[in-house]
């Protein structure tokens, strides 16, 4: 009975949520200038016009999709919606941050509003010259980056007062490494912020204790030619590959960073912390896809790599222009959701510092109760949350 009325409580908060269609756009221009998805194709964005006060503000969210790290890889990519706009749906839904409804999204509804899709599988890094003359792929991502901000600087945004440039997991980190050169194309008294949603990966090691994500990202960076691309910031102190994680890159970003993120990051406790070539057994296959699946070590593994988590993200050091919102859910991307974006009982700040964890948490993903536990400064008596600093995402 439980699970039917889960089913049905689901049911209604879609409909009730449920964002409005946005049509594809194909930037067929920019073709001539190389800016190419992994097969070719032209690149492609969903935009939805700012009406309004929001007219003048732009607020651009790059997809996701992790990456692709050699020929074999990447040629598989440009069979499916993340190598090739030939074979994305033509319309998506806009909810969440992106919702052109005041209710839903209070502070950005009426921006203008843009999701530029993923194809490139480098985080809009790469830029090789010529196509592998074997499997014909281009890498191409950062060419889609400048081709895309290109078209819509002349679509208005060249005179935009306030811009953010956000992104889910992959586009994330684009949005990290992107940041500072994106805020160079707006003009000199525009607001510019950049906000990443999930896209804090971590450099640690598997539960077999090997450096699998590091030597993964070597090779995205080595296979996209990513390195010029990459924040000279970081380049200049470390491998390419090392910069592809935003704890060695967000410390220099001049641009003011706000970073959403779970300590308990779904995708990276499956394809990081316990990734398939680390468990040939398949020991931790039903944790990873239900964590109430999870035995105490899991548990306590899992906790574990929230202590790296924290650790990654506090070695970032203290700044007036960098925030963040990290709680104790296990998922992956939260802004794009209605249901973890706003809703009647989402968490609320107080001020700018606080969070009653007392409320409803992760109630679409319950934790057990050894996760479910307070971030960054620990009150257990009044199960507080202490962000510090927080950057507001809305621009007063």
């Known amino acids: 009975m439980q699970l039917w009325l889960r089913a049905i409580f689901t049911l209604l908060i879609v409909l009730i949520t449920e964002g409005h269609p946005v049509d594809i756009t194909y930037l067929q221009s920019a073709v001539a200038k ?18 309004g006060a929001g007219v003048n503000n732009w607020f651009i969210q790059l997809e996701g999709g992790a990456w692709c790290n050699n020929a074999t890889t990447c040629l598989e990519r440009t069979k499916t919606r993340l190598g090739s706009s030939k074979l994305m749906v033509k319309t998506v839904s806009f909810s969440g941050i992106l919702s052109n409804k005041a209710k839903f999204n209070p502070d950005f509804y009426n921006w203008n509003r843009i999701r530029i899709r993923y194809c490139d599988g480098s985080s809009f890094t790469g830029d090789v010259e010529a196509a592998d003359p074997k499997t014909k792929v281009f890498y191409r991502g950062a060419r889609i980056f400048s081709a895309v901000m290109e078209d819509f600087l002349a679509k208005g945004m060249k005179n935009a007062q306030n811009a953010i440039l956000a992104g889910c997991s992959a586009g994330s980190l684009a949005a990290i490494l992107h940041c ?6 707006l003009p000199p008294g525009a607001k510019v912020k950049c906000l990443s949603d999930a896209g804090f990966f971590i450099n640690t090691q598997t539960i077999s204790g090997t450096s699998h994500i590091e030597q993964f990202y070597s090779e995205v960076v080595n296979t996209h ?42 995708w990276q406790i499956k394809h990081i912390l316990a990734p398939e070539v680390a468990d040939p057994h398949g ?7 239900d964590i109430l699946n999870c035995s105490s070590t899991q548990l306590q593994t899992m906790q574990a790599f929230r202590s790296e988590f924290l650790k990654a993200l506090n070695s970032l050091g203290p700044s007036s222009t960098r ?25 609320v700040l107080s001020g700018t510092t606080t969070i009653d964890t007392s409320k409803k948490m992760c109630s679409y993903r319950r934790l057990p109760k050894q996760l479910e536990i307070g971030i960054m400064k620990e009150n257990d008596s ?15």
């Open 382 to 396: 009044k199960r507080s949350i202490v962000l510090t600093p927080v950057t507001k995402l809305a621009f007063e």
């Open 283 to 289: 020991t931790w296959r039903n944790c990873k896809l």
């Open 34 to 51: 190389g800016a190419v998805c992994l097969d070719g194709s032209p690149p492609a964005y969903h935009f939805d016009k700012g009406f």
């Open 180 to 185: 500072d050169r994106f805020k160079g194309l």
């Open 323 to 347: 925030g963040y919102y990290i709680n104790s859910c296990y998922a992956h991307c939260q802004t794009g959701m209605q249901e973890t974006w706003l809703m009647d009982d989402s968490l």
């Open 225 to 266: 030619g990513s390195a010029k691309n990459l924040p000279q910031s970081c380049t200049s102190r470390l491998k390419p590959g090392l910069c592809f994680f935003p704890q060695n890159v967000a410390q220099h970003i001049q641009t003011p960073l706000f970073l959403v993120n779970a300590a308990y990051d779904s």
